[in-house]
């Protein structure tokens, strides 16, 4: 029996917090992706949402280290979810499109661990399966991952007229949570 994939996308439970319905004093919003999406790859939903929240001062301001990212498929998979070839060929097109992580993900070691894997290319499990697999990945990729996020944060800041002081608290908070992720159980020092 052959199945067929929907030609259009179940309309998703709305997340909280996208600029046109969000409460003025919303401190977070998040993204949710749909197993639908990510097996099609379709991430003009999710890029769509992303810049509603990016493309405005009042998103930029308000959503500052507020934005999350819940993955369907975490707790019904035991991978860990930069082990799931979905979540990553997912993550990467979304990132292609909205490179503006380090300002807008939470300060998160989980949501920072995951983010990153799944954005390192290289990433190959060497053994192991489910939440035991031992990857490895190219640590030149990863630094230029982080020196291409940084750009972009500044360009974006720069572009929203970000003062020089809020920047720079956003990059420490930001630098913080990644190196907090960098020393996890499951983090890039255990791939």
Same mark, same amino acid.
């Given at each position: 029996m052959h199945h067929q994939a929907p030609k259009e996308f179940p309309e998703p439970p709305k997340p909280f917090g996208m600029t046109s319905e969000h409460p003025k004093d919303a401190e977070q919003c998040c993204i949710l992706f749909t197993t639908p999406e990510m097996r099609a790859g379709a991430v003009g939903r999710v890029v769509s949402e992303?810049?509603?929240?990016?493309d405005s001062s009042q998103g930029a301001n308000q959503f500052a280290h507020g934005l999350c990212l819940k993955f369907p498929n975490v707790g019904s998979d035991p991978r #860990?979810?930069?082990?799931? $070839?979905e979540n990553r060929i997912f993550i990467q097109? #979304?990132?292609?499109?909205? $490179?503006?992580w380090m300002h807008f993900l939470v300060p998160d070691q989980a949501q920072w661990s995951s983010l990153l894997l799944c954005l390192l290319r290289s990433l190959k499990v060497a053994r192991g399966t489910g939440a035991?697999?031992?990857?490895?990945?190219?640590e030149a990729e990863l630094a230029d991952?982080?020196?291409?996020?940084?750009?972009?944060?500044?360009?974006?800041h720069h572009h929203m007229q970000i003062s020089d002081k809020k920047s720079k608290s956003i990059l420490r908070v930001s630098v913080r949570a990644i190196e907090l992720a960098m020393n996890m159980p499951g983090s890039l020092r255990d791939v």
């Amino acid at each position: 029996m052959h199945h067929q994939a929907p030609k259009e996308f179940p309309e998703p439970p709305k997340p909280f917090g996208m600029t046109s319905e969000h409460p003025k004093d919303a401190e977070q919003c998040c993204i949710l992706f749909t197993t639908p999406e990510m097996r099609a790859g379709a991430v003009g939903r999710v890029v769509s949402e992303l810049m509603d929240i990016s493309d405005s001062s009042q998103g930029a301001n308000q959503f500052a280290h507020g934005l999350c990212l819940k993955f369907p498929n975490v707790g019904s998979d035991p991978r #860990i979810i930069a082990m799931i $070839p979905e979540n990553r060929i997912f993550i990467q097109a #979304i990132h292609d499109q909205w $490179p503006y992580w380090m300002h807008f993900l939470v300060p998160d070691q989980a949501q920072w661990s995951s983010l990153l894997l799944c954005l390192l290319r290289s990433l190959k499990v060497a053994r192991g399966t489910g939440a035991n697999a031992v990857a490895s990945y190219d640590e030149a990729e990863l630094a230029d991952l982080m020196a291409s996020m940084f750009g972009s944060m500044s360009i974006y800041h720069h572009h929203m007229q970000i003062s020089d002081k809020k920047s720079k608290s956003i990059l420490r908070v930001s630098v913080r949570a990644i190196e907090l992720a960098m020393n996890m159980p499951g983090s890039l020092r255990d791939v």
